[in-house]
């Protein structure tokens, strides 16, 4: 999109069907306010995409190796975010959210139990709109056998049409935490301390909150 800055603004619309015209024209108008969040990562060119470096691979053996694993997506744009042009989770709105009071009753998980994230959501603004609140995960302090993204989407939340202040919870279960040990043959969590990060993209991060795991299980 070399053209981004010469433009006032950009609607992304997909797939929207036959109504097309009439949906983009409510968005414009403001009869609805748009809402939707990006569920990709938009590079600002191809050589920025994880797998640039090695496709197509070997066109004499017809072999591709997928040497970007699973650094794919925003995994892949958290360690080179100078290649982001929208990120993961990005999404506009005619009105402004604040996103605060985070709260977690314990700080420590096991493979018993998970953390219930409560967050306060406030429109600041002068209309009716919609966020998605967007929790992710990832180790800070965590000795791994493996090369870990730096953190993971772990749940999210849509709040719908709030004119003023409303709380939405979201669980954080052991499965945002695992990885598959191909030496053990099962889903593992290492012990360590993670941090949760509460934002409404996998850029935008408003608070976080650290967490142990005390024992490492699978």
């Known amino acids: 999109m070399p053209w981004l800055a010469d433009v006032s603004a950009v609607i992304q619309t997909w797939f929207p069907g036959q109504e097309a015209g009439h949906s983009i024209a409510d968005v414009v108008l403001g009869i609805v306010n748009p809402g939707g969040k990006l569920p990709v990562t938009f590079p600002k060119s191809v050589a920025d995409s994880p797998s640039y470096d090695n496709f197509p691979g070997d066109l004499e053996t017809l072999t591709v190796p997928y040497i970007e694993d699973f650094f794919i997506g925003y995994r892949h744009f ?11 989770g990005f999404g506009l709105s005619y009105t402004t959210f604040k996103i605060s009071k985070h709260n977690a009753p314990g700080h420590c998980m096991d493979r018993s139990n998970g953390l219930t994230i409560t967050v306060g959501v406030e429109n600041t603004g002068s209309v009716a709109g919609s966020e998605v609140i967007q929790v992710y995960s990832g180790p800070t302090s ?16 849509e709040v719908k049409q709030p004119e003023e202040s409303k709380q939405v919870s979201i669980f954080v279960g052991k499965d945002a935490l695992a990885y598959w040990d191909e030496m053990k043959n099962a889903w593992s969590v290492d012990a360590g301390t993670y941090r949760i990060y509460i934002g409404n993209s996998s850029a935008d991060s408003f608070c976080t909150l650290d967490f142990k795991v ?3 299980f699978s």
């Not at 958290?78 to 993961?88: A, I, N």
């Open 78 to 88: 958290d360690r080179r975010p100078e290649g982001v042009q929208f990120h993961f």
């Open 214 to 216: 005390e024992s490492s």
């Open 142 to 157: 965590v000795i791994s056998p493996v090369d870990r993204p730096n953190k993971e989407l772990a749940g999210f939340a």
